[in-house]
Protein backbone atom coordinates (compact mmCIF):
# COMPACT_ATOMS: atom_id res chain seq x y z
CA UNK A 1 0.00 0.00 0.00
CA UNK A 2 1.56 3.08 -1.11
CA UNK A 3 0.85 6.29 0.90
CA UNK A 4 -0.18 9.46 -0.97
CA UNK A 5 0.92 12.91 -0.84
CA UNK A 6 0.98 13.61 3.06
CA UNK A 7 -0.25 17.26 4.34
CA UNK A 8 0.39 17.84 7.52
CA UNK A 9 -1.97 20.36 9.44
CA UNK A 10 -0.68 23.64 7.84
CA UNK A 11 -1.10 21.86 4.32
CA UNK A 12 1.74 21.46 3.01
CA UNK A 13 2.33 18.40 0.65
CA UNK A 14 5.09 16.32 0.79
CA UNK A 15 6.31 18.28 -2.25
CA UNK A 16 7.44 20.90 -0.22
CA UNK A 17 9.33 18.83 2.55
CA UNK A 18 12.86 20.88 2.18
CA UNK A 19 15.66 18.91 0.65
CA UNK A 20 18.34 21.73 1.72
CA UNK A 21 19.16 21.00 5.59
CA UNK A 22 21.83 23.68 5.50
CA UNK A 23 19.42 25.90 8.03
CA UNK A 24 19.39 25.92 11.76
CA UNK A 25 17.76 22.84 12.46
CA UNK A 26 16.91 23.04 16.17
CA UNK A 27 13.43 24.07 16.17
CA UNK A 28 12.44 21.42 13.17
CA UNK A 29 14.06 18.44 15.42
CA UNK A 30 12.01 20.00 18.55
CA UNK A 31 9.24 20.19 16.43
CA UNK A 32 9.56 16.68 15.76
CA UNK A 33 9.07 15.26 19.38
CA UNK A 34 11.60 13.84 21.28
CA UNK A 35 11.29 10.37 20.31
CA UNK A 36 12.70 11.06 16.67
CA UNK A 37 16.31 9.88 15.90
CA UNK A 38 18.42 11.76 13.05
CA UNK A 39 20.59 9.98 11.23
CA UNK A 40 24.22 10.71 11.67
CA UNK A 41 24.98 10.77 8.10
CA UNK A 42 22.42 12.87 6.72
CA UNK A 43 24.28 13.25 2.71
CA UNK A 44 24.09 9.24 2.79
CA UNK A 45 20.60 8.93 4.39
CA UNK A 46 19.20 11.31 1.59
CA UNK A 47 20.79 9.77 -1.23
CA UNK A 48 19.49 6.17 -0.23
CA UNK A 49 15.62 7.66 0.73
CA UNK A 50 16.19 9.75 -2.70
CA UNK A 51 12.64 8.62 -4.32
CA UNK A 52 11.57 6.82 -1.40
CA UNK A 53 7.38 6.56 -1.24
CA UNK A 54 6.16 4.60 1.54
CA UNK A 55 4.82 0.81 1.01
CA UNK A 56 3.94 -1.29 3.64
CA UNK A 57 4.84 -4.83 1.30
CA UNK A 58 8.26 -3.63 0.27
CA UNK A 59 11.21 -5.31 1.46
CA UNK A 60 13.35 -3.93 4.31
CA UNK A 61 15.22 -0.55 3.41
CA UNK A 62 18.14 -0.36 4.26
CA UNK A 63 17.27 2.86 6.20
CA UNK A 64 15.39 0.77 8.08
CA UNK A 65 18.13 -1.82 9.13
CA UNK A 66 19.99 0.99 10.38
CA UNK A 67 17.95 2.22 12.66
CA UNK A 68 16.89 -1.51 13.97
CA UNK A 69 20.59 -2.13 14.62
CA UNK A 70 20.57 1.20 16.55
CA UNK A 71 17.97 0.26 18.53
CA UNK A 72 18.84 -3.43 19.43
CA UNK A 73 22.32 -1.90 20.36
CA UNK A 74 20.18 0.43 22.08
CA UNK A 75 18.28 -2.83 24.24
CA UNK A 76 21.24 -4.32 24.45
CA UNK A 77 22.76 -1.63 26.97
CA UNK A 78 20.43 0.87 28.41
CA UNK A 79 20.14 0.16 32.27
CA UNK A 80 17.09 2.96 32.23
CA UNK A 81 14.58 -0.35 32.81
CA UNK A 82 14.38 -4.12 33.31
CA UNK A 83 12.62 -5.68 31.10
CA UNK A 84 13.18 -9.89 31.08
CA UNK A 85 13.30 -10.85 27.75
CA UNK A 86 14.99 -14.17 28.65
CA UNK A 87 18.26 -13.22 26.85
CA UNK A 88 20.25 -13.33 30.14
CA UNK A 89 20.72 -15.14 33.07
CA UNK A 90 19.78 -12.00 35.15
CA UNK A 91 16.06 -11.79 34.59
CA UNK A 92 13.22 -11.20 36.93
CA UNK A 93 9.91 -12.49 36.46
CA UNK A 94 7.88 -14.18 33.30
CA UNK A 95 9.66 -14.11 30.21
CA UNK A 96 8.45 -11.71 27.58
CA UNK A 97 9.72 -11.41 24.36
CA UNK A 98 8.41 -8.22 22.45
CA UNK A 99 7.82 -6.60 19.10
CA UNK A 100 9.46 -3.42 18.03
CA UNK A 101 9.18 -1.00 15.35
CA UNK A 102 10.93 1.65 13.44
CA UNK A 103 9.99 4.00 11.18
CA UNK A 104 11.63 6.38 8.77
CA UNK A 105 10.47 9.61 8.38
CA UNK A 106 11.46 12.95 7.34
CA UNK A 107 11.18 16.30 8.68
CA UNK A 108 8.95 19.42 6.93
CA UNK A 109 12.74 20.44 6.72
CA UNK A 110 14.17 17.28 4.99
CA UNK A 111 15.82 15.91 8.06
CA UNK A 112 16.00 12.35 8.04
CA UNK A 113 15.39 9.88 10.82
CA UNK A 114 13.26 7.19 12.68
CA UNK A 115 11.09 7.17 14.84
CA UNK A 116 11.13 3.55 17.70
CA UNK A 117 7.91 2.01 19.43
CA UNK A 118 7.00 -1.23 21.21
CA UNK A 119 3.86 -3.10 21.17
CA UNK A 120 2.33 -3.40 23.94
CA UNK A 121 3.74 -2.34 27.11
CA UNK A 122 7.24 -2.57 28.20
CA UNK A 123 8.73 -2.79 31.49
CA UNK A 124 5.48 -2.69 32.95
CA UNK A 125 5.20 1.33 31.62
CA UNK A 126 3.67 2.57 28.45
CA UNK A 127 6.31 5.84 28.43
CA UNK A 128 9.82 5.59 27.88
CA UNK A 129 12.70 7.83 26.59
CA UNK A 130 13.33 6.83 22.96
CA UNK A 131 10.12 5.82 22.01
CA UNK A 132 6.77 7.15 21.19
CA UNK A 133 3.59 7.38 23.27
CA UNK A 134 0.71 5.05 23.15
CA UNK A 135 -2.12 6.07 21.16
CA UNK A 136 -4.38 6.19 24.74
CA UNK A 137 -2.52 5.25 28.03
CA UNK A 138 -4.45 3.04 29.88
CA UNK A 139 -2.48 3.01 32.92
CA UNK A 140 -2.91 6.60 33.52
CA UNK A 141 -3.62 7.12 37.68
CA UNK A 142 -6.98 7.85 38.25
CA UNK A 143 -8.36 6.90 34.57
CA UNK A 144 -11.61 5.09 33.58
CA UNK A 145 -10.29 2.12 33.60
CA UNK A 146 -8.51 1.58 36.34
CA UNK A 147 -12.03 2.38 38.42
CA UNK A 148 -13.69 0.10 36.15
CA UNK A 149 -11.00 -2.63 37.00
CA UNK A 150 -10.83 -2.37 40.61
CA UNK A 151 -15.03 -2.56 40.39
CA UNK A 152 -14.77 -5.66 37.90
CA UNK A 153 -12.51 -7.01 40.91
CA UNK A 154 -15.32 -6.05 43.40
CA UNK A 155 -17.88 -8.26 41.50
CA UNK A 156 -15.57 -11.01 41.60
CA UNK A 157 -14.53 -11.22 45.00
CA UNK A 158 -18.79 -11.10 45.86
CA UNK A 159 -19.05 -14.27 43.59
CA UNK A 160 -15.96 -15.91 45.35
CA UNK A 161 -17.70 -14.83 49.15
CA UNK A 162 -20.93 -16.16 48.23
CA UNK A 163 -19.77 -19.32 46.25
CA UNK A 164 -17.73 -20.41 49.43
CA UNK A 165 -20.53 -19.95 51.73
CA UNK A 166 -22.78 -21.74 49.85
CA UNK A 167 -23.34 -22.11 46.42
CA UNK A 168 -26.41 -23.63 46.04
CA UNK A 169 -28.28 -21.26 48.39
CA UNK A 170 -26.83 -18.32 47.23
CA UNK A 171 -27.37 -19.53 43.23
CA UNK A 172 -29.30 -16.90 42.26
CA UNK A 173 -27.67 -13.45 43.08
CA UNK A 174 -24.41 -15.59 42.14
CA UNK A 175 -26.11 -15.54 38.93
CA UNK A 176 -27.17 -12.11 38.42
CA UNK A 177 -23.68 -10.85 39.56
CA UNK A 178 -22.46 -12.82 37.15
CA UNK A 179 -24.39 -11.07 34.78
CA UNK A 180 -23.48 -8.29 35.87
CA UNK A 181 -19.68 -8.47 35.58
CA UNK A 182 -20.75 -9.82 32.05
CA UNK A 183 -22.23 -6.11 31.49
CA UNK A 184 -19.95 -4.43 33.22
CA UNK A 185 -16.61 -6.20 31.32
CA UNK A 186 -18.72 -5.36 28.15
CA UNK A 187 -19.28 -1.42 28.64
CA UNK A 188 -15.75 -0.80 30.15
CA UNK A 189 -14.02 -3.03 26.76
CA UNK A 190 -16.36 -0.96 24.38
CA UNK A 191 -15.30 2.31 26.43
CA UNK A 192 -11.69 1.46 26.38
CA UNK A 193 -11.47 0.70 22.27
CA UNK A 194 -13.47 4.34 21.97
CA UNK A 195 -10.48 6.11 23.16
CA UNK A 196 -8.19 4.41 20.63
CA UNK A 197 -8.46 7.64 18.07
CA UNK A 198 -6.41 7.03 14.97
CA UNK A 199 -6.00 10.26 12.04
CA UNK A 200 -5.23 9.22 8.54
CA UNK A 201 -3.21 11.25 6.47
CA UNK A 202 -5.43 14.49 6.24
CA UNK A 203 -6.36 14.82 10.04
CA UNK A 204 -8.99 13.07 10.59
CA UNK A 205 -9.65 10.42 13.16
CA UNK A 206 -11.68 7.19 13.43
CA UNK A 207 -11.94 5.18 16.63
CA UNK A 208 -11.17 1.43 17.10
CA UNK A 209 -14.92 0.34 17.38
CA UNK A 210 -15.87 2.43 13.59
CA UNK A 211 -12.81 0.86 11.95
CA UNK A 212 -12.62 -2.63 12.91
CA UNK A 213 -16.97 -2.49 12.12
CA UNK A 214 -16.21 -1.66 8.85
CA UNK A 215 -14.59 -4.29 8.15
CA UNK A 216 -17.00 -6.70 9.72
CA UNK A 217 -15.25 -7.49 12.65
CA UNK A 218 -18.25 -7.31 15.83
CA UNK A 219 -15.70 -5.65 17.80
CA UNK A 220 -12.00 -5.22 17.67
CA UNK A 221 -9.47 -8.07 18.67
CA UNK A 222 -7.76 -7.81 22.45
CA UNK A 223 -4.81 -5.70 22.29
CA UNK A 224 -5.87 -3.62 19.10
CA UNK A 225 -4.28 -0.35 19.08
CA UNK A 226 -0.76 -0.84 21.02
CA UNK A 227 0.79 -2.69 17.79
CA UNK A 228 3.94 -0.59 17.12
CA UNK A 229 3.23 0.23 13.61
CA UNK A 230 0.21 2.09 14.48
CA UNK A 231 1.84 3.99 17.33
CA UNK A 232 4.49 4.87 14.77
CA UNK A 233 2.58 6.71 12.12
CA UNK A 234 0.09 8.46 14.76
CA UNK A 235 3.36 9.98 16.47
CA UNK A 236 4.14 10.89 12.87
CA UNK A 237 1.31 12.57 11.74
CA UNK A 238 0.66 14.34 14.74
CA UNK A 239 4.27 16.11 14.59
CA UNK A 240 3.88 16.38 10.40
CA UNK A 241 6.30 13.93 10.01
CA UNK A 242 6.27 12.29 6.49
CA UNK A 243 6.53 8.27 6.49
CA UNK A 244 8.93 7.15 4.21
CA UNK A 245 9.78 3.04 5.32
CA UNK A 246 8.09 0.25 8.43
CA UNK A 247 10.06 -2.05 9.54
CA UNK A 248 9.11 -4.49 13.01
CA UNK A 249 11.28 -7.35 14.96
CA UNK A 250 10.95 -9.37 17.47
CA UNK A 251 13.32 -9.34 20.31
CA UNK A 252 13.86 -11.82 23.12
CA UNK A 253 11.92 -15.41 23.76
CA UNK A 254 8.48 -16.42 22.79
CA UNK A 255 7.30 -18.36 25.44
CA UNK A 256 4.17 -18.98 23.81
CA UNK A 257 4.81 -19.18 20.33
CA UNK A 258 8.00 -20.52 17.96
CA UNK A 259 6.53 -18.67 15.07
CA UNK A 260 8.70 -15.28 16.83
CA UNK A 261 12.09 -15.24 16.58
CA UNK A 262 15.05 -13.28 18.26
CA UNK A 263 16.04 -10.56 16.27
CA UNK A 264 13.89 -11.44 13.18
CA UNK A 265 11.85 -9.16 10.69
CA UNK A 266 7.99 -9.45 10.32
CA UNK A 267 5.40 -7.53 8.46
CA UNK A 268 2.41 -5.18 10.77
CA UNK A 269 0.29 -8.36 11.58
CA UNK A 270 -3.10 -8.89 9.57
CA UNK A 271 -5.48 -9.31 12.65
CA UNK A 272 -5.02 -6.59 14.39
CA UNK A 273 -3.37 -4.02 12.52
CA UNK A 274 -4.35 -4.26 8.30
CA UNK A 275 -7.51 -2.63 9.25
CA UNK A 276 -5.74 0.36 11.47
CA UNK A 277 -2.94 0.66 9.01
CA UNK A 278 -5.77 0.43 5.72
CA UNK A 279 -7.56 3.83 7.40
CA UNK A 280 -4.54 5.52 8.27
CA UNK A 281 -3.08 5.48 4.99
CA UNK A 282 -6.36 6.19 3.38
Known amino acids: MRLPPLRGADNMP ?7 VKEDLSITE ?65 VIGKMFGVLVVRTRCGVLGYLSAFSGKLANGNHHNRFVEPVFDGLKTGGFLNAGMIRLSAINNEIAVLSGEDAILH ?42 TDHG ?30 AEFWWGLSPKSATWKHGAYYKPCKEKCAPILSYMLS
Open 217 to 246: YKQPPAGAGECAGPKLLQYAFRHQLEPLAL
Open 14 to 20: ASMYKTD
Open 30 to 94: QDAGTAFCRFTDQDNARSVAESLTFNLEDNIHPLCETAIAELQQYLAVQNEWKHNFGLGSHGNGA
Open 171 to 212: EAAITKLKELRKAHSNRLQRQLHEQYNFSNRAGQFRNLVDIF
